[in-house]
């Protein structure tokens, strides 16, 4: 089984201040990597995803991740955070496009 | 199109009750997943379909069970409920692509 590790439970930000997401994962082989968003008492929705090609992957609202396959990260970025990206970011991991492998998430908190 | 439903929201059980968790999609996705969340773990998987009359189970099964008789619904049964199951559950559908699309969720408390 895939493992997904997101290194940083709680990560506290000022607003205007960029932000980085850690996320690792455990497979040696071809993966898909996803970066959910969730706000509080909702589902989750997709941020952005890396399937093939460039690297570096963009969401509409500002945010980037790079996937790295020698360091098996996928770690999420943004350059100037709002009030408004305050949620829970979780990174995700899968094979066979059929089972998913969720990190245990990053509480992002932006402060005024 | 409302995406992905579930039913109920909130949900009290007495340990040892049986119950229904309910979700429908309407955007004719063949994959479906159940996964529940719990603090500190992260989503885990439960069971998922690739079908009507397919399923198979995720990483956390045991305790669970599932069918797809259409392609819109896949309920998740709960046959004798433990505390141990006291979580947040999500489903989720998906269609060609492999992007998920989640349910609101249910909070479910068993006593």
């Not at chain 1, 932000?19 to 989750?44: D, K, M």
């Not at chain 1, 979780?90 to 089972?99: D, H, K, L, R, W």
């Not at chain 2, 059980?13 to 159940?34: F, R, V």
């Amino acid at each position: 089984a895939q493992s997904v590790t997101q290194l940083d439970s709680q990560v506290p930000v000022f607003e205007e201040a960029p932000v980085e997401l850690r996320c690792n994962y455990s497979s040696s082989v071809s993966v898909y990597l996803f970066w959910y968003v969730q706000y509080p008492n909702q589902g989750l929705q997709l941020l952005l995803k890396y399937l093939s090609g460039s690297t570096l992957v963009k969401s509409i609202n500002g945010f980037e991740a790079e996937f790295n396959k020698s360091q098996t990260s996928f770690h999420l970025r943004k350059p100037s955070v709002h009030i408004s990206d305050t949620a829970e970011y979780f990174c995700a991991v899968s094979e066979s496009g059929n089972q998913f492998y969720f990190g245990t998430g990053t509480s992002l908190t932006v402060i005024p | 199109n409302a995406g992905v439903t579930q039913t109920p929201k909130f949900q009290v059980l007495k340990t040892g009750q049986s119950m229904t968790l309910q979700c429908a999609q309407d955007m004719n996705h063949e994959y479906m997943s159940w996964y529940r969340q719990d603090p500190g773990m992260g989503l885990r998987l439960i069971h998922y379909s690739v079908g009507a009359g397919i399923t198979d189970q995720g990483e956390v099964p045991n305790g669970y069970n599932v069918s797809r008789s259409t392609t819109e619904d896949f309920p998740l049964r709960l046959l004798s409920a433990a505390p141990s199951q006291t979580s947040v559950y999500f489903c989720a559908s998906k269609g060609s692509t492999v992007e998920q699309f989640f349910g609101p969720g249910t909070r479910l408390t068993v006593l």
